[in-house]
T-cell receptor
């Protein structure tokens, strides 16, 4: 089945620890995105990548880092510098780059900082 | 002012009812408009794009009013399975990234 997978589904972290969220897609899409969703707010763009080995900051990149070494993988690291990391993290991909109309989302990872 | 604003609801309606949501956007040069659906604790999924001429998909009708800068979603003959959060999504002219509204909660009750 083609799609986007994210792991783990739930993640608990102690304050001061870095944690990496996985995102893999087998849709052969060029562009991949990371969003954060908080209650009562719209999805906010953290980072995006339009091509392998290239990525750009979104609206709320502080405290996060990414890599894009392979087309199908776009992991997100939440560092200890992120002040309020507890949130629902969504990875998405789209064909044709940033201007593509449709984005396909993974099932998300719920991160809780204890 | 937020780039995309929606009434958070919840809209509580009986099965079979017709319900409409509006969404306003601030950038008059915005190019593309969409409605996504998000079930509780799940990922968003594209429901439909919104075209200038309006478009319909079964029980769902989307309209765009550029002069007043709002888009609407009309759901006829509501089903229990329509219960979800509906996200209004806009592509502003700059940057080509999507901007998501916070969503409108719909609850359809039997």
């Amino acid at each position: 089945d083609g799609g986007i997978t994210q792991s783990p589904k739930y993640l608990f972290r102690k304050e001061g620890q870095n944690v990496t969220l996985s995102c893999e897609q087998n849709l052969n899409h060029d562009a991949m995105y990371w969003y954060r969703q908080d209650p009562g707010q719209g999805l906010r763009l953290i980072y995006y990548s339009q091509i392998v080995n290239d990525f750009q900051k979104g609206d709320i990149a502080e405290g996060y880092s990414v890599s894009r070494e392979k087309k199908e993988s776009f992991p997100l690291t939440v560092t200890s510098a992120q002040k309020n990391p507890t949130a629902f993290y969504l990875c998405a991909s789209s064909p044709g780059g940033l201007a593509a109309d449709t984005q396909y989302f993974g099932p998300g990872t719920r991160l809780t900082v204890l | 002012r937020k780039e995309v604003e929606q009434d958070p609801g919840p809209f509580n309606v009986p099965e079979g009812a017709t319900v409409a949501f509006n969404c306003t956007y601030s950038n008059s040069a915005s190019q593309s408009f969409f409605w996504y659906r998000q079930d509780c604790r799940k990922e968003p999924k594209l429901l439909m794009s919104v075209y200038s001429s309006g478009n319909e998909d079964g029980r769902f009708t989307a309209q765009l009013n550029r002069a007043s800068q709002y888009i609407s979603l009309l759901i006829r003959d509501s089903k229990l399975s329509d219960s979800a959060t509906y996200l209004c999504v806009v592509r502003p002219s700059y940057g080509n990234k999507l901007v998501f509204g916070a969503g409108t909660i719909l609850r359809v009750k039997s």
